[in-house]
T-cell receptor
C-alpha cells in the first residue's frame, strides 16, 4: 500500500517558472490538504479539498492553485514561482466526514527551491 | 487570533521521562493531535484527545485540559529513536488544523 505519493521529491526552479507538485493517494480518503513547512514555523495550510470537485483556501493560498478532479489526485500549481515559495511542501489526506480534520496521513514531501 | 505555543527545543536523557507542553487559543475545539516528525521526514500521527484526561498508548501518553487550553505529551523510557520534533495541532472544527511550530526533542545517551 503506497498511501500518499508526492512528486517530485526535490526540485530547483527559476523564479517566474510554472510548477506543479503532484499528489496521489490510494486510500480513498475524502479530504486532502497541501501544507508548506518552513524552519521555525508550524505547518501552514495552503489549500484543502473536503471532497472531489470542491476546494478551499487555507492560511497562505496566494500564488498557489489546486484542483480536485477525482478522489485520488490533488495537484498544487505555482503559476509563477517566487523565492519566498522556497519550502518543503507536504500533501496529506484524511478520512473524515465529521467536519474536523481527523488523523492526517502525509506524503514524503517535496522540497522546492526557487532561485 | 488562533495560536498554539510549545517550547522550541528540549533535551532529555535516554531512559528518562520527558513532558512536552502545548497551550492553545483557537476559535473552536474539535480535538487536539500530537504528531512526531523525524528530521527530513513526514509527520506521523501519535495521539488524539477530544475529552479531558489522559490517553495512554505504550510509552507515550497525552493529556488534555480544555478549560485551560492545555495539553502535554509524556514520553517514558526514552530511546535514541525518540529524537524528533513533536508537533501539537488543534482542530477548530472546519476540516483544518492549526499547528504549533513544533518542539525539537534531543535525546542524549
Amino acid at each position: 500500500i503506497a498511501g500518499i505519493t508526492q512528486a517530485p521529491t526535490s526540485q530547483i526552479l527559476a523564479a517566474g517558472r510554472r510548477m506543479t507538485l503532484r499528489c496521489t493517494q490510494d486510500m480513498r480518503h475524502n479530504a486532502m490538504y497541501w501544507y508548506r513547512q518552513d524552519l521555525g514555523l508550524g505547518l501552514r495550510l495552503i489549500h484543502y479539498s473536503n471532497t472531489a470537485g470542491t476546494t478551499g483556501k487555507g492560511e497562505v493560498p496566494d500564488g498557489y492553485s489546486v484542483s480536485r478532479a477525482n478522489t485520488d489526485d490533488f495537484p498544487l500549481t505555482l503559476a509563477s514561482a517566487v523565492p519566498s515559495q522556497t519550502s518543503v511542501y507536504f500533501c496529506a489526506s484524511s478520512d473524515s466526514n465529521s467536519g474536523d480534520a481527523g488523523e492526517l496521513f502525509f506524503g514524503e514531501g517535496s522540497r522546492l527551491t526557487v532561485l | 487570533g488562533q495560536n498554539i505555543d510549545q517550547p522550541t527545543e528540549m533535551t532529555a536523557t535516554e531512559g528518562a521521562i520527558v513532558q512536552i507542553n502545548c497551550t492553545y487559543q483557537t476559535s473552536g475545539f474539535n480535538g487536539l493531535f500530537w504528531y512526531q516528525q523525524h528530521a527530513g521526514e513526514a509527520p506521523t500521527f501519535l495521539s488524539y484527545n477530544v475529552l479531558d484526561g489522559l490517553e495512554e498508548k505504550g510509552r507515550f501518553s497525552s493529556f488534555l485540559s480544555r478549560s485551560k487550553g492545555y495539553s502535554y505529551l509524556l514520553l517514558k523510557e526514552l530511546q535514541m529513536k525518540d529524537s524528533a520534533s513533536y508537533l501539537c495541532a488543534v482542530s477548530p472544527g472546519d476540516y483544518q488544523l492549526i499547528w504549533g511550530a513544533g518542539t525539537k526533542l534531543i535525546i542524549k545517551p
